[in-house]
């Protein structure tokens, strides 16, 4: 089959690779019919997250049709299925307590030693992300072994679209949580730095859950403009100076509740990210956390932070005393997408939750390696690109295009 795969920093291709095979009876095969790529896929492809190796098929971000099932999977052929991006066996003590994104059978013994090495303890599985959560290959194929499919799958009714569920596999999930984590009480003002998908979907969410108001910040005018159009207030970060406008909007206060959506690889010309990129280009750290230490010294006396961007190393200058003396309480973690989907997949159904608006660009598999090129250089226009295998090749689809279509 054809497939993405990663070769080193900046070096993505189309490889011919061998067909994915049941190798236990709880698994199904499915045959790919969308597949997006994350914001966290450029973790990846700018070389932050250690243990790739070169030929891992990448994409986690999954949806298609069961073509092949395991003597104990209640999945049947010819079933459309979203697959959450985290593998997770369903009876641990982690699963237990639907901390899926936890579990404790998922990484093999062979790759899990790393990371608990790192953390202290070994991270869960997830699919098409280094061999840190167990080697699994993703699917950014034509087809994907899918594990312990008698936990993990989202049976999608007929008649829904595939741009219409296909988030439920990630950061539809991760915004929901985001918001969640963030324990937001109606009347509540909350920030949101960064409004890639997740941010966007953490905004909606927010507002659902009966935030007042919601503050976007970025520096990209499309994904403020997207934001703007969900009912934020917007920040543009290279215009105004940020904790100054959030204390004026806030009354001298602060946000009740400050969301960090853009993780390890921070933009902006403030000093602290300009001695972090320096660290990180010379081996002497890992992560930028600009985003987080705005998000702390933002957040008002006794509010709450909520982390779901990525994280993966070590953090210089986390600004502990403010956290510790005006009383934080913090929440991060990767998502349980399984204790999610139900719920959202009815809001899906009911039109409380639009998750189509972010979408940008469909394309092939075999344009991937542009795509992954235009998402990590263009991301004012690059908003969401879904990769679909039945495409050919310079087939891509613009969002503009496809409002201009006939009805």
């Not at 236990?24 to 190796?53: E, N, Q, W």
């Not at 953390?119 to 840190?132: D, E, I, S, T």
């Not at 690889?265 to 705005?294: C, S, W």
Request: glycine share 12%.
């Amino acid at each position: 089959m054809r497939a993405l795969t990663w070769h080193g920093r900046h070096d993505v291709r189309v490889d011919t690779v061998p067909d994915p095979e049941i190798v236990h009876p709880r698994d199904v095969i499915i045959k790919i019919t969308s597949t997006a790529i994350c914001g966290s896929d450029l973790h990846l492809f700018d070389g932050y997250i250690p243990t790739m190796r070169a030929g891992d098929i990448l994409g986690h971000e999954n949806m298609g049709e069961v073509v092949e099932v395991g003597a104990k999977s209640p999945l049947k052929k010819g079933q459309r299925v979203v697959i959450p991006f985290t593998v997770s066996c369903g009876s641990c003590y982690f699963c237990g307590k639907q901390q899926f994104s936890a579990c404790d059978n998922s990484n093999p013994a062979t790759t899990s030693d790393m990371s608990e090495t790192l953390y202290g303890y070994p991270m869960g599985g997830a699919l098409g992300y280094a061999h840190l959560t167990g080697g699994y290959a993703g699917g950014q194929a034509e087809y994907l072994r899918v594990p312990y499919s008698d936990v993990g799958p989202v049976v999608i009714p007929d008649g829904m679209p595939d741009d219409q569920v296909l988030f439920l596999s990630d950061i539809l999930p991760t915004g929901w949580m985001a918001a969640e984590n963030a324990e937001i009480e109606p009347g509540d003002t909350v920030a949101v730095w960064g409004c890639g998908p997740v941010g966007l979907f953490a905004i909606q969410s927010a507002f659902l859950m009966g935030a007042h108001r919601v503050i976007a910040i970025d520096h990209f005018p499309r994904r403020l403009e997207l934001a703007k159009g969900l009912g934020a207030e917007i920040l543009h970060f290279r215009e105004v100076n940020v904790r100054e406008a959030l204390f004026e909007m806030t009354g001298g206060i602060g946000p009740d509740a400050c969301i960090d959506c853009v993780g390890m690889e921070a933009h902006g010309l403030g000093i602290d990210n300009i001695l972090d990129t320096v660290k990180a280009h010379t081996f002497l750290g890992t992560d930028r956390p600009a985003a987080f230490r705005q998000a702390i010294l933002s957040c008002r006396k006794g509010g709450r932070v909520s982390v779901p961007g990525v994280y993966g190393g070590m953090m210089d200058k986390f600004p502990i005393g403010a956290f510790m003396e005006k009383g934080l309480t913090m929440k991060t973690g990767q998502t349980h997408v399984q204790k999610y989907t139900a719920e959202l997949l009815r809001m899906i159904e009911e039109g409380k939750i639009d998750t189509t608006f972010l979408v940008s660009h469909h394309a092939s598999l075999e344009d991937g390696p542009d795509m992954y090129r235009h998402w990590h250089d263009h991301q004012d226009t690059y908003t969401k690109i879904i990769l679909k295998p039945g495409l050919e090749k310079g087939a891509v689809q613009t969002q503009q295009e496809k409002i201009h279509e006939p009805a």
